[in-house]
């Protein structure tokens, strides 16, 4: 069975998230995040792409809007080899389209260095080639590249058709990597020709490749993947993102075990082991009851909800054949926000008979403060929205972040 992208889901990669103000203070504020960058100054730290200009990240949550660009920063692209070297892309806050920018200073102050082949062009999909800094992709309209650090660009030819993603190689700079609603594709003389890179056609929502040769892929069904190059021979190395589809990466310049992913729900979640496992980035320092709640969940509820309470898909490892008995996500991307605190815990004392009876009651398992602290486990994963608008209110709820 072909896996592709519910229109829900295109919809959403279209518009993430909701209107947020100029000025956000933490991550919960922020909307249309566009692409993600460790910070080069301190890989525990993110800088994100938004709709009003680069913010960085703090893993408690915390967020600054850096320098005096208010942009809507539709693309950002790292340079592997030269860290604090930035590359960007959008429209301006007066509408257009802002051509390439690039930053020497991890993004506190940009210059616009080019206008692209035929531009000014605003790049949705944006690569530094790995195997060589002067070599960058951008599609606008149709795929172009630039041998010479962006300074001049010419046109390759037609993108792959529904295009999401795009990666350069560390093998070749004619080497290029294409995620695709129709799976995913290697090119390998510069984009002007495309083939299949797996043997499955699953959609591709995620590719990415770092400097010391390893390439990433999300694939629906099948989850993050990885290869060696120039070897095509991928392997599965975590699906358990459950409900979320990751669409932007990024590996730390300084190690290569320290991952970053963007899901279409507009979370984030790191590795520090390569890939093998993930955190979600960017919580609140937790209290007493979460951090026990966390401790109760991992032992309890884990196996069906996911880390983080992503919850389960078809292609969850856990998840029944019967699609219509997955476990759901507890994070707040689906409804758990929707119920109000005592349906919440009544759920967890006494079971439920939806989903084919797969959530049992954990009634004589769990202690009333078991359960209580499972439930501030689980509400610390909502943002702030979701939080002020639990319950029958969602359905009419004015809430907007703090100023």
């Given at each position: 069975?072909?896996?592709?992208?519910?229109?829900?889901?295109?919809?959403?990669?279209a518009?993430?998230?909701?209107?947020?103000?100029?000025?956000?203070?933490?991550?919960?504020?922020?909307?249309?995040?566009?692409?993600?960058?460790?910070?080069?100054?301190?890989?525990?730290?993110?800088?994100?792409?938004?709709?009003?200009?680069?913010?960085?990240?703090?893993?408690?949550?915390?967020?600054?809007?850096?320098?005096?660009?208010?942009?809507?920063?539709?693309?950002?692209?790292?340079?592997?080899?030269?860290?604090?070297?930035?590359?960007?892309?959008?429209?301006?806050?007066?509408?257009?389209?802002?051509?390439?920018?690039r930053s020497?200073?991890?993004?506190?102050?940009?210059?616009?260095?080019?206008?692209?082949?035929?531009?000014?062009?605003?790049?949705?999909?944006?690569?530094?080639?790995?195997?060589?800094?002067?070599?960058?992709?951008?599609?606008?309209g149709?795929?172009?590249?630039?041998?010479?650090?962006?300074d001049?660009?010419?046109?390759?030819?037609?993108?792959?058709?529904?295009?999401?993603?795009?990666?350069?190689?560390?093998?070749?700079?004619?080497?290029?990597y294409?995620?695709?609603?129709?799976?995913?594709?290697?090119?390998?003389?510069?984009g002007?020709s495309?083939?299949?890179?797996?043997?499955?056609?699953?959609?591709?929502?995620?590719?990415?490749?770092?400097?010391?040769?390893?390439?990433?892929?999300?694939?629906?069904g099948?989850?993050?993947?990885?290869?060696?190059?120039?070897?095509?021979?991928?392997?599965?190395?975590y699906?358990?993102f459950?409900?979320?589809?990751?669409?932007?990466?990024?590996?730390?310049?300084?190690?290569?075990?320290?991952?970053?992913?963007?899901?279409?729900?507009?979370?984030?979640?790191?590795?520090?082991?390569?890939?093998?496992?993930?955190?979600?980035?960017?919580?609140?320092?937790?209290?007493?009851?979460?951090?026990?709640?966390?401790?109760?969940?991992?032992?309890?509820?884990?196996?069906?909800?996911?880390?983080?309470?992503?919850?389960?898909?078809?292609?969850?490892?856990?998840?029944?054949?019967?699609?219509?008995?997955?476990?759901?996500?507890?994070?707040?991307?689906?409804?758990?926000?929707?119920?109000?605190?005592?349906?919440?815990?009544?759920?967890?004392?006494?079971?439920?008979?939806?989903?084919?009876?797969?959530?049992?009651?954990?009634?004589?398992?769990?202690?009333?403060?078991?359960?209580?602290?499972?439930?501030?486990?689980?509400?610390?994963?909502?943002?702030?929205?979701?939080?002020?608008?639990?319950?029958?209110?969602?359905?009419?709820?004015?809430?907007?972040?703090?100023?």
């Amino acid at each position: 069975m072909r896996l592709t992208l519910s229109r829900a889901l295109v919809l959403t990669l279209a518009m993430l998230w909701m209107t947020a103000p100029v000025q956000a203070k933490r991550l919960d504020d922020l909307s249309h995040l566009h692409g993600l960058a460790f910070d080069p100054a301190d890989a525990q730290q993110l800088l994100l792409a938004t709709h009003h200009g680069l913010y960085r990240a703090y893993p408690d949550g915390r967020v600054e809007l850096l320098g005096r660009a208010r942009d809507d920063f539709m693309a950002l692209a790292a340079d592997p080899g030269n860290p604090g070297r930035l590359y960007a892309s959008g429209h301006p806050v007066g509408g257009g389209n802002l051509g390439l920018l690039r930053s020497d200073d991890g993004g506190a102050s940009w210059t616009k260095h080019s206008d692209g082949h035929r531009g000014p062009v605003d790049f949705h999909q944006l690569t530094v080639s790995p195997a060589d800094s002067n070599t960058l992709y951008g599609v606008h309209g149709t795929l172009q590249h630039s041998v010479d650090g962006g300074d001049s660009w010419q046109p390759v030819g037609p993108a792959p058709a529904k295009l999401i993603s795009l990666a350069g190689s560390s093998h070749a700079r004619e080497r290029l990597y294409a995620a695709t609603e129709a799976g995913l594709k290697v090119s390998l003389d510069g984009g002007k020709s495309w083939r299949a890179a797996v043997m499955f056609r699953s959609t591709a929502s995620l590719v990415q490749a770092d400097m010391n040769g390893t390439v990433y892929a999300f694939v629906l069904g099948r989850g993050l993947l990885s290869t060696s190059e120039p070897s095509l021979a991928w392997k599965t190395l975590y699906n358990g993102f459950g409900g979320h589809y990751p669409l932007q990466m990024t590996v730390a310049h300084d190690d290569p075990q320290r991952l970053a992913v963007l899901t279409h729900h507009g979370r984030i979640f790191t590795s520090d082991d390569g890939g093998m496992s993930w955190q979600r980035f960017g919580l609140p320092i937790p209290s007493e009851a979460v951090v026990e709640g966390a401790r109760v969940y991992a032992e309890y509820c884990t196996s069906c909800h996911g880390v983080a309470g992503v919850g389960e898909t078809p292609g969850t490892p856990t998840a029944p054949l019967d699609s219509t008995k997955l476990a759901p996500a507890l994070d707040g991307t689906a409804h758990a926000w929707h119920h109000d605190d005592a349906q919440l815990r009544n759920t967890i004392h006494e079971g439920s008979v939806a989903r084919g009876g797969r959530m049992p009651a954990w009634n004589g398992v769990l202690s009333e403060a078991d359960i209580g602290h499972v439930l501030a486990y689980v509400k610390s994963l909502w943002n702030a929205r979701e939080r002020a608008c639990q319950g029958a209110k969602h359905m009419n709820c004015d809430w907007q972040p703090e100023d």
